[in-house]
């Protein structure tokens, strides 16, 4: 679904059959402007989708601190100004503010996790809320985070129940590698050091630890010498991503870049 198509679909949740409280109580000419301001330190994310509210709705939405920047100290709290019909403002105040705070809380998660780890690269899952990968992941780039697959055919990732359905790890890569595309890498997800050695000898790419302890790491970046790139994903903290970097693996990994971000505050005040 493209972003017109999903805030057509969130205006219509909000609004469905008018807004009582708008059109009771301001006059359907009067114009006006607003401010988008933060109400504590963030990175910005979430324009695209904030514009695209008001622009459905007939406003001019102007950006003041671009995604990816910092917004919410004592003299720089303003996000975008907004202007047009005050119904209309009134109207997308809710909506444009629901994807700024979730994609600001998401960028701004991501900008704590990534500064833990430096040199380290941290990237995204496909767990992410459905319909809002594209701007969910665009968040996780605002953060300073770096995006894995966007979706299944973006490259192969055998998983567990892959290898169980597949027979055992090297008929799954043996069946990737003769119906998959030839430049797309082929990534194996393990979970002990023996199922390394046998996606390694099965001739994998990329190999995903998952859920290994520091100890079983070291052990996994020494047996793999080099021959694939190493992936880190599972039980992943913001704290033990310093120990992961000093490790030699490719990346790290983590769902919780998006899902364990919390909304942030921000409001919207028309002058």
């Known amino acids: 679904m493209n972003l017109t198509e999903l805030v057509r679909l969130s205006l219509e949740e909000d609004l469905g059959h008018g807004d009582v409280t708008t059109e009771a109580t301001v006059d359907a000419e009067a114009r006006g402007g607003a401010r988008i301001y933060a109400k504590e330190p963030i990175v910005v994310s979430g324009h695209a989708a904030a514009a695209e509210v008001f622009r459905q709705l007939g406003c001019a939405y102007t950006v003041v601190t671009p995604d990816g920047a910092f917004a919410g100290g004592p003299n720089d709290d303003t996000v975008a100004t907004v202007t047009g019909r005050r119904r209309d403002l009134l109207v997308g105040e809710r909506c444009a503010l629901n994807f700024l705070m979730h994609l600001s809380g998401v960028a701004t998660h991501v900008r704590r996790v990534v500064a833990a780890a430096p040199g380290l690269r941290v990237v995204d899952t496909r767990k992410t809320m459905p319909l809002h990968r594209a701007l969910e992941k665009a ?36 069946r990737a590698r003769a119906h998959a595309h030839p430049l797309l890498r082929v990534e194996v997800e393990v979970e002990t050091l023996a199922e390394l050695e046998e996606a390694l000898a099965a001739g994998a790419d ?5 859920n290994m302890d520091d100890d079983t790491l070291r052990e996994a970046v020494l047996v793999n010498a080099g021959r694939a790139r190493l992936e880190v994903s599972g039980g992943l903290t913001r704290e033990r991503l310093a120990t992961i970097a000093t490790l030699g693996v490719h990346r790290a990994s983590m769902g919780g870049l998006i899902h364990q971000a919390r909304w942030v505050d921000l409001s919207m005040r028309i002058s």
């Open 139 to 174: 968040a996780v780039r605002h953060g300073g985070g770096q995006n894995h697959r966007f979706g299944l055919a973006d490259g192969v990732l055998i998983k567990d129940n892959h290898i169980v359905a597949a027979g055992g790890i090297t008929a799954a890569i043996g």
């Open 206 to 210: 990329d190999v995903l630890l998952d």
